[in-house]
């Protein structure tokens, strides 16, 4: 009888150390996230990417992720951008991240001689990677998206 209330408390003490490691992290898929983003009001008018867009703006390949939402602003003259992943593996993860960065500094590149306005916005974006997850997101808002963001990754 001691033996299955000591067992008991046991349980239940790694139970709560469990539940406190959590973080209390919202769940959800990228379309998920990408839903938390767009209710914030702060996104202009966004389109998605396919896949095959999505490859030719990044390199990032199909194999390389198992879950994405990617959206781009409607408006071409606008930087907002949005890419959200879940990576198939950490070999996968790293070449995302690489991609991801190699976008950022594209459009920085591609905005910095014509668009100082979006120059800056795209200066105030940012890249974000735990464990699978990564994102790319450029905004005027990157600061109170990159909030809402880091409730689920």
Same mark, same amino acid.
């Given at each position: ?5 000591? %067992?008991? =408390?046991? #349980? %239940?003490?790694?139970?709560? +150390? ?16 990408? /839903?938390?983003?767009?209710?914030? &009001?702060?996104?202009? /008018? ?30 071409? *003259?606008?930087?907002?951008?949005? +890419? +959200? #992943? ?22 920085? =590149?591609?905005?910095? &001689?014509?668009?100082?306005?979006? #120059? ?5 974006? #940012?890249?974000?990677?735990?464990? *699978?997850?990564?994102? %790319? ?7 109170? *998206?990159? /909030?809402?963001? &880091?409730?689920?990754?």
């Amino acid at each position: 009888m001691r033996r299955k209330a000591l %067992l008991s =408390a046991c #349980f %239940l003490i790694l139970l709560t +150390l469990l539940c406190a490691c959590s973080q209390g992290k919202k769940t959800g898929d990228a379309a998920a996230v990408y /839903s938390a983003l767009e209710k914030t &009001g702060v996104l202009p /008018s966004m389109i998605p990417m396919t896949a095959d867009e999505l490859y030719d703006l990044t390199g990032i390949a199909p194999e390389d992720y198992t879950d994405a939402a990617c959206y781009e602003a409607s408006d071409g *003259l606008l930087a907002d951008e949005v +890419l +959200l #992943f879940t990576a198939s593996d950490l070999d996968a993860a790293a070449r995302i991240e690489n991609a991801l960065h190699r976008r950022l500094d594209s459009k920085a =590149a591609e905005a910095e &001689g014509y668009s100082p306005e979006q #120059f800056a916005v795209i200066k105030k974006g #940012f890249i974000a990677k735990s464990g *699978l997850n990564l994102c %790319l997101i450029v905004s005027p808002e990157a600061d109170r *998206l990159k /909030s809402v963001y &880091g409730e689920y990754r």
